[in-house]
């Protein structure tokens, strides 16, 4: 028999005035309008409590059927971090060399990437974000986990905007495949690499691509 659900008051929730609601929300547009991603970091270290806060935040996501099917590696050894860009750029040789189509080349040709990741040693953090398809009982069952993609997407999304708001900069990067990561980090087969969250300060001369982000009206309709 399932258990049967227990609910709760809903404590917490803050109702505004509709004028204070715009403000807040243009307060906040504004603020992630701020945010960019970054590819040259300064070796300034991070304070563990603020990542510790931000993880904290992420795992605040909504998930199928709440069974929060993520886990975050934090990386800070320079060791690790060594033996991560090794790798990363060992697929990113084989990915701009010849797995890459033309047309995503192309896509990718404003942004100005390439194989060298030097950030993945420069950077004090690195955040690898798995998600698990199931979870791995400790008797050896399988318990499967629901809309997993969406859900590690959803507190990815918490975490980089946790991330920011504490005044930290992120880079999203996806070096493919990920799988190096489990060796690297001894983590289980249920647990995929979906994304590498690198975490720290800009550096002080750091540039960002000059690029645009969609009007409302090409991203949205009202119906
Ligand atoms: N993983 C490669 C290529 C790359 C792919 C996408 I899609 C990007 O938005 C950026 C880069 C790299 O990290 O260089």
Not at 83 to 100: L, W
Not at 130 to 150: H, M, Q
Not at 184 to 211: Q, Y
Request: aromatic content about 8%; some cysteine; proline content about 10%.
């Amino acid at each position: 028999m399932p258990p049967s659900p227990e609910f709760e008051p809903l404590f917490g929730f803050r109702r505004e005035p509709a004028t204070i609601m715009q403000q807040i929300a243009r307060e906040h547009l504004e603020e992630m309008k701020r945010r960019r991603t970054v590819r040259e970091f300064s070796a300034e270290p991070v304070p563990e409590s603020v990542i510790e806060d931000c993880l904290r935040t992420a795992g605040t996501a909504p998930s199928g059927a709440n069974l929060q099917p993520w886990h975050f590696a934090v990386v800070r050894s320079p060791e690790i971090k060594y033996q991560i860009r090794v790798a990363a750029e060992a697929e990113e040789r084989e990915f701009y060399a010849h797995r890459a189509p033309p047309e995503w080349l192309e896509a990718l040709a404003p942004l100005g990437t390439d194989a060298n990741k030097p950030f993945l040693e420069t950077a004090p953090c690195l955040i690898v974000i798995f998600a698990k398809a199931y979870e791995l009982l400790p008797d050896g069952r399988k318990v499967k986990n629901y809309y997993v993609s969406e859900s590690v997407g959803i507190a990815t999304g918490f975490l980089i905007q946790a991330l920011h708001h504490a005044g930290l900069a992120t880079l999203t990067h996806t070096p493919s495949p990920m799988s190096f990561l489990n060796e690297i980090l001894n983590r289980p087969s249920n647990e995929r690499p979906s994304i590498l969250l690198v975490v720290g300060f800009p550096a002080d001369a750091a540039k960002v691509p000059k690029i645009t982000k969609k009007a409302l009206e090409q991203i949205s309709s009202f119906h």
